[in-house]
């Protein structure tokens, strides 16, 4: 799991986040269990992702890569282009591997704009296409606006919500797994 902030628990203990969940999950349904590596960091952008996952492949050799970045890209108001490109290069880097990829998509808020906004999210269904790899439109579907789910901050969900990030990624990587 290549992510940031939302994907790495912020402001919660790692066991209650998505992820730690989704370990559990695994071992429920397939055995033996496929070791769960998050490398989710808080705060990080698609160029820093980009930049570190040569040597995650190479250390950890995994089987499926899960890329759930660019959150951060579009709260910095960086050109989506940008995003594109260290996407792209972390999908290409990851199949060279010979890893499956799921790619996890995020939306920003409202305040930035509709064209901005249409042109963030394009950017992963246009690589999802490309490369026919699975994809999760929107990681917060059914939390970034409901009460209670979401921290104090507005952008981070709450450990109450962990379980319906994970059955939000669920939806696309049980069919990867059965493949």
């Not at 160029?47 to 579009?74: C, F, M, S, W, Y």
């Not at 999760?136 to 104090?152: C, D, I, R, S």
């Amino acid at each position: 799991m290549l992510g940031d902030s939302l994907s790495a628990a912020h402001n919660l203990p790692s066991e209650a986040g998505w992820v730690a969940l989704l370990d559990d999950r695994l071992g429920e349904h397939l055995q033996p269990a496929p070791e769960v590596i998050n490398a989710s960091i808080s705060g990080e952008t698609s160029a820093g992702g980009l930049a570190r996952l040569p040597d995650l492949l190479q250390t950890h050799k995994p089987a499926l890569v899960a890329i759930e970045l660019g959150g951060n890209d579009g709260l910095r108001g960086l050109p989506p282009a940008h995003l594109r490109d260290n996407l792209d290069a972390m999908i290409a880097l990851s199949r060279e591997a010979g890893a499956k990829v799921l790619l996890i998509g995020i939306d920003i808020p409202p305040n930035y704009g509709r064209a901005y906004r249409e042109r963030f999210a394009a950017v992963y269904r246009d690589l999802a296409a490309k490369w026919q790899v699975p994809l999760l439109p929107f990681l917060l579907e059914g939390v970034a606006l409901a009460p209670g789910l979401m921290q104090a901050d507005g952008i981070h969900p709450t450990a109450d919500a962990q379980p319906r990030l994970l059955d939000n990624v669920w939806t696309v990587l049980e069919p990867m797994l059965a493949q």
